[in-house]
Structures are given as C-alpha cells and as structure tokens.
C-alpha cells in the first residue's frame, strides 16, 4: 500500500489559499493537514477556526487537523464542528488524554494523539488501544521548513511494533516535519504510513511530481 500524503497548509500561500488547495488536491494530495497553533503550547500561532471553515468549503478531501495547543479537550467540539475528519492533540499537552481521545470519538471523528521528539514512546503505549493514528514529530512543533531530525525513526519504529503486536495494524502512523523524497524513504521503512509535508509541495515547481514522490 502506498503512503497516504497530507498536504501542510502551513506551507501554501495563505492570501491565495482556495487556489492552493486546489492545485494541490488536483496533484493527488490524499488529505489536508491543518496545524492550529496558540503560541503557548508552541512559541507560534498559525490560524484557527475561521481559517478551517474555508477550508472545509474550498474541498472535500479529509481534513487532518494538529492541536498544538494546551488542554486540547476545550476545543474538540468547535473543531469537530468545523468538519475535521481527523483531529490530533499533543499527549504533552493534556492533562487525561484519553478523556480527549473519548471527546473526539464522541463527535464520530477519528482520533490522533501526537508526540515530540523528546518524548518517550513508553508515554503513548498507554492509548495506543483507542488510538486510530499516532503522530510522530520528526521536528520541535511550531514553525515550518524544519530539518528533518533522524532520530525520530527509531520512535516510528518502536510504535509499528506495538501497535502490530496488539493487532491494531490498521492504526495509521503520521510524521511530520521535513518530509521530503529522501527523509520520506527513511520514515517508511520505519514504518509510517501518512507522511505531511509542507513547504516541500508548497514550494514544488511540479507540485504533481512531489506529491508521487512521496507516495513510495
């Protein structure tokens, strides 16, 4: 099965960002990654709800959108509202992830828990059973156009083990941050299956060619 590529809108061009989505949908984009910052959690701020509602209206794919924000659980309910069809929180982040997991399932949305690099995989074990999809960052959260950080592949790997071991091979693993042709390879060996990237497709002259590219 071919990896899955979730298109970073922190990437595009937010002035022409209907546009953006759509010549990325046309080059085969699979989802659309919606990083929501509140320059506490991470030093950031990016955009929130009334960037997603154009979002939503400008195309159907599925909307992926990353929580980078302190207790998540109080704005499960608007982001589930605004059509998000996955919605990942940082486990860094919460005070009783699964509470957040049990909020987002409560909406019929698929849920995402997401790590940092310095984060132990040992603390994610714990909701790997409810999980649908674990989030590997494979770059400090917050800003865009980050190198790549290799050591993060052994965590991928750590987690495809788990989950394979608990017979939840169907749970998808996402990474995020400087995933292009080469780190993409890396992390697919590793075991992750949903690879987002942003400035790579953004920034792409042949935003087709980038997309296959990552779909090894």
Request: some cysteine; aromatic content about 8%.
């Amino acid at each position: 099965m071919k990896s899955l590529v979730s298109a970073s809108l922190l990437g595009c061009d937010l002035a022409d960002i209907r546009s953006e989505i759509k010549n990325i949908e046309k080059a085969g984009a699979d989802w659309l990654h919606c990083d929501v910052m509140d320059g506490c959690f991470v030093n950031n701020i990016s955009f929130g709800t009334p960037v997603l509602k154009c979002v939503r209206k400008a195309s159907d794919l599925p909307m992926d959108t990353h929580l980078m924000i302190n207790d998540p659980i109080r704005y499960i309910d608007d982001y589930a509202g605004l059509g998000s069809d996955y919605i990942t929180f940082h486990l860094e982040a919460a005070p009783d992830p699964q509470a957040v997991i049990d909020r987002i399932h409560s909406h019929g949305k698929f849920a995402g828990i997401s790590i940092k690099p310095a984060t132990p995989v040992s603390e994610v074990e714990p909701y790997l059973a409810t999980a649908d999809m674990v989030l590997v960052m494979t770059v400090v959260p917050g800003f865009g156009g980050q190198k790549f950080i290799p050591a993060t592949l052994e965590k991928i790997s750590e987690i495809r083990y788990m989950l394979d071991s608990m017979g939840r091979d169907k749970v998808f693993i996402e990474v995020d941050g400087g995933i292009n042709a080469e780190t993409v390879k890396f992390c697919r060996e590793a075991g992750a299956d949903v690879m987002v990237s942003g400035s790579y497709l953004f920034g792409a002259e042949d935003k087709s060619a980038a997309v296959k590219s990552l779909k090894v």
